[in-house]
Structure formats: C-alpha cells, structure tokens
C-alpha cells in the first residue's frame, strides 16, 4: 500500500486552540513592562470583559454561531461562567453556560483516565500488547500495522496507544484532501450523515485505505485509531460497554449529568445541545458515531470543570502516582507535549495541560494558578488571530 503524506491540521489545531484560550487569561502575549504597568482588574471587570468577549468573538468571525465559557480561578474566588449566539441557529435557539456540545478529542483525557482506572486496580497491564486484551476482537492483527513491509500489530502496547507512538495513522484527517480539504474518511461521513458506526470499521478502514508512519515505539503520530482502540480495552476489560463504564467510573461519582457518548447511548433528556461546524457546514444532522472513544462525548463547560478540578486535585484515582503517570510528557517535535492523554503546552510564565477538540472544544488547567477553563466556539475554523489581537486588547 502506497504511503500517504501525514496531515497536520489535527495536532496544529490543538497548538493554536490552545495558545489562544491561554491569552484569555493573559497568560501568554504580553511584554512584562506591558502587564507590570496594567492596572488590575476587579473580578466584576474579568467577567464582564469575558463576556464581551464572546459575543464579539460570535458576532465577528464567519460562522461561529456560539460559544460558552466557564473559568474558574479560586485564588480570586472568582467563576466566570458565559455563552453567547445560537445553540441551533436554524431553530433560534440561545446558546447558554448550560447547553451541551460535542467536545470532540477531549474525549480522549477521559478514556485515558479510565484506562488508567483499570490499571490502577491490576486489570491492565500498560507494557503489555494489545492483543491480550483484544484476542476476541475480530481485529486482523497481522494486518493492524505494516510497515515497510513488516507487521508489528501484534508488538502494539496499551502505552504505545496511549500516548499515540503507535505508528498508526488516524482514518479522520491522514490520507489526501479533495478540492474541499475532505479527508477520504471525512467525505464518507459527510456522504452518509446517518450512518451508524461501529469501532471494528474505523480501524478496518485503517488497514484498508492507510499505511503506518512508524515502528511502534519509534515516533509520535497523533491518530484517533489508537483511543478507538482503547475504547474497544475498555470494553473488554472490563465486561461493560464504555458509555457505562464511563458514568459509572467517571461521570456519576464527579456529578457529569450532562455528558455521554452521542450515538451510543440515548441522547440525555432535556436541554439543547448546540450545533458544531466546519466553515459553513452544519454538523449537526450527521452522525459521528465513528469518533468513540476517540472524540464522542457530549458535555458541557460545567462538567468538563468537574472533571479536570477533580482531576488536578487528585479526586479520580487511589493513589496520585496514577495520575502523576499521565502527567509523564514527552516532546512531540511539535511546540507541544504529550502524556498519557494528556497535552501540555510550555509558556514563560508555567505550563497549561489538558486536551482540546476539532469543534473547538477546551478542557485546561494552569497548575500554577490553579485556575480551569473549559468551554467551546463549536467551529473548527475560528480565526485564531483576530480573537487573539481582540484578548490582547482586554489584556494590556
């Protein structure tokens, strides 16, 4: 098979989204004499700049339809929670703090965290290979990973999933673009809003249609294909499904009435859950079942703050060597680290982690701080640089 050249608008993205929520707080951006010589705000300015600031972010870029915020910075005892615009543009429905939205990638800090939940009670083994707890799978291992001309999918280890130095390629944004800038996969599902999927078929349309970037082990390639498999561990570790093993281990115990798997479970009853877009296209009609355990979920900004709080003060696992372990980065080559499903970006003033999605979904914690941001612009193409120079401006 013909070895396609890897796309990185998946990791980029992150970069940028990343960068330009960190400006939200000031964090990065501006010279020392400039933020020296700044007044300080009162927590009534923090929040009524925030807010204007979403509404002017939804009101000025094409296409971005809504947008919610919550921040919490507990040294002021300050929390900032905002939305502005349309949830459902075509129903005129208002975006609120309390509308749900798909929160794509960030998904995939919460299936790391149970994963590492099983771990940490002795059912998975992170060194092992992934055949010993996907034996039943229906998966053609022999085939999973090629490369240069050698199979090494039965050497793949849940840790090599995890922090995405599997070699394996990612069916949503590798292979080439059509005149719209459509992956093969990504014109698949646009074609065929209400197809069902099942994780099998996002990983045997990697075998079919994509080649391997590495030997396991021997680079870092981001790729959903590793947390769909995960997701499939997940399941067969521990006899449930994962949109059960997730509210019973995660999502029930933080109090997360607002978020599950889309597509793999009823929708939840009540409230809105907002429309995401790429440029001018509605994904809301369309089925993204293929995303899973890699980027399914639906949530809110309330309840990914609960769970990256209860994370950060280590109210997840047993013991805080288990999450200490998902905080072990390594630099990908790319401005960025990554952990155990976890991001991490360095800045001047200390470190952010967390993870951030396709819809422009944002889980974060500044540690130094000790102040969370979470929320969504639910569009892919948000002009980064022009929310930025206006974050500035709020800033300075």
């Given at each position: 098979?013909?070895?396609?050249?890897?796309?990185?608008?998946?990791?980029?993205?992150?970069?940028?989204?990343?960068?330009?929520?960190?400006?939200?707080?000031?964090?990065?951006?501006?010279?020392?004499?400039?933020?020296?010589?700044?007044?300080?705000?009162?927590?009534?300015?923090?929040?009524?700049?925030?807010?204007?600031?979403?509404?002017e972010?939804?009101?000025?870029?094409?296409?971005?339809?809504?947008?919610?915020?919550?921040?919490?910075?507990?040294?002021?005892?300050?929390?900032?929670?905002?939305?502005?615009?349309?949830?459902?543009?075509?129903?005129?429905?208002?975006?609120?703090?309390?509308?749900?939205?798909?929160?794509?990638?960030v998904?995939k800090?919460?299936?790391?965290?149970?994963?590492?939940?099983?771990?940490?009670?002795?059912?998975?083994?992170?060194?092992?290979?992934?055949?010993k707890?996907?034996?039943?799978?229906?998966?053609?291992?022999?085939?999973?990973h090629?490369?240069?001309?050698?199979?090494?999918?039965?050497?793949?280890?849940?840790?090599q999933?995890?922090?995405?130095?599997?070699?394996?390629?990612?069916?949503?944004?590798?292979?080439?673009?059509?005149?719209?800038?459509?992956?093969?996969?990504?014109?698949?599902?646009?074609?065929?809003?209400?197809?069902?999927?099942?994780?099998?078929?996002?990983?045997?349309?990697?075998?079919?249609?994509?080649?391997?970037?590495?030997?396991?082990?021997?680079?870092?390639?981001?790729?959903?294909?590793?947390?769909?498999?995960?997701?499939?561990?997940?399941?067969?570790?521990?006899?449930?499904?994962?949109?059960?093993?997730?509210?019973?281990?995660?999502?029930?115990?933080l109090?997360?009435?607002?978020?599950?798997?889309?597509f793999?479970?009823?929708?939840?009853?009540?409230?809105?859950?907002?429309?995401?877009?790429?440029g001018?296209?509605?994904l809301?009609?369309?089925?993204?079942?293929?995303?899973?355990?890699?980027?399914?979920?639906?949530?809110?900004a309330?309840?990914?703050?609960?769970?990256?709080?209860?994370?950060?003060?280590?109210?997840?696992?047993?013991?805080?060597?288990?999450?200490?372990?998902?905080?072990?980065?390594?630099?990908?080559?790319?401005?960025?680290?990554?952990?155990?499903?976890?991001?991490?970006?360095?800045?001047?003033?200390?470190?952010?982690?967390?993870?951030?999605?396709?819809?422009?979904?944002?889980?974060?914690?500044?540690p130094?701080?000790?102040?969370?941001?979470?929320?969504?612009?639910?569009?892919?193409?948000?002009?980064?640089?022009?929310?930025?120079?206006?974050?500035l401006?709020i800033?300075?």
């Amino acid at each position: 098979m013909k070895r396609q050249k890897a796309k990185t608008v998946s990791t980029f993205h992150l970069i940028i989204l990343m960068t330009a929520f960190l400006m939200l707080l000031g964090v990065v951006g501006c010279s020392k004499d400039s933020s020296t010589n700044s007044p300080s705000l009162t927590n009534e300015q923090v929040v009524q700049k925030l807010q204007v600031l979403l509404e002017e972010t939804v009101a000025g870029q094409p296409n971005v339809h809504s947008a919610a915020l919550q921040v919490e910075m507990p040294g002021r005892n300050l929390t900032f929670k905002g939305a502005a615009g349309l949830a459902i543009p075509d129903d005129s429905l208002s975006m609120t703090i309390n509308s749900r939205f798909r929160i794509a990638s960030v998904t995939k800090m919460i299936t790391a965290t149970c994963i590492m939940l099983l771990k940490e009670e002795g059912s998975i083994n992170l060194d092992s290979s992934i055949v010993k707890y996907l034996s039943a799978s229906g998966i053609d291992f022999d085939k999973l990973h090629v490369y240069e001309n050698q199979s090494y999918g039965r050497l793949i280890t849940v840790y090599q999933l995890l922090t995405h130095t599997s070699g394996l390629p990612d069916y949503f944004f590798d292979g080439p673009v059509n005149e719209n800038g459509y992956t093969e996969f990504m014109q698949y599902i646009l074609d065929h809003p209400d197809k069902q999927w099942e994780p099998i078929e996002t990983i045997n349309w990697n075998i079919e249609h994509l080649s391997p970037f590495f030997a396991p082990g021997k680079g870092f390639h981001y790729s959903d294909a590793n947390y769909a498999l995960l997701g499939m561990i997940i399941e067969e570790v521990s006899g449930i499904s994962l949109p059960q093993f997730y509210r019973s281990r995660i999502f029930d115990p933080l109090n997360m009435h607002d978020t599950y798997l889309q597509f793999h479970e009823s929708d939840l009853p009540g409230g809105i859950l907002s429309h995401p877009y790429i440029g001018d296209v509605d994904l809301g009609p369309i089925n993204t079942s293929a995303d899973w355990g890699s980027g399914g979920l639906v949530s809110t900004a309330g309840d990914l703050t609960k769970f990256i709080r209860a994370f950060a003060d280590d109210g997840i696992f047993i013991n805080s060597i288990t999450k200490d372990r998902m905080l072990d980065f390594v630099n990908t080559g790319s401005g960025y680290s990554y952990g155990l499903g976890v991001i991490k970006i360095p800045f001047p003033e200390g470190v952010v982690w967390g993870h951030v999605g396709f819809y422009g979904s944002f889980m974060m914690y500044w540690p130094a701080k000790n102040i969370t941001i979470c929320g969504t612009f639910n569009q892919l193409n948000i002009e980064i640089e022009t929310t930025g120079r206006k974050i500035l401006q709020i800033v300075r």
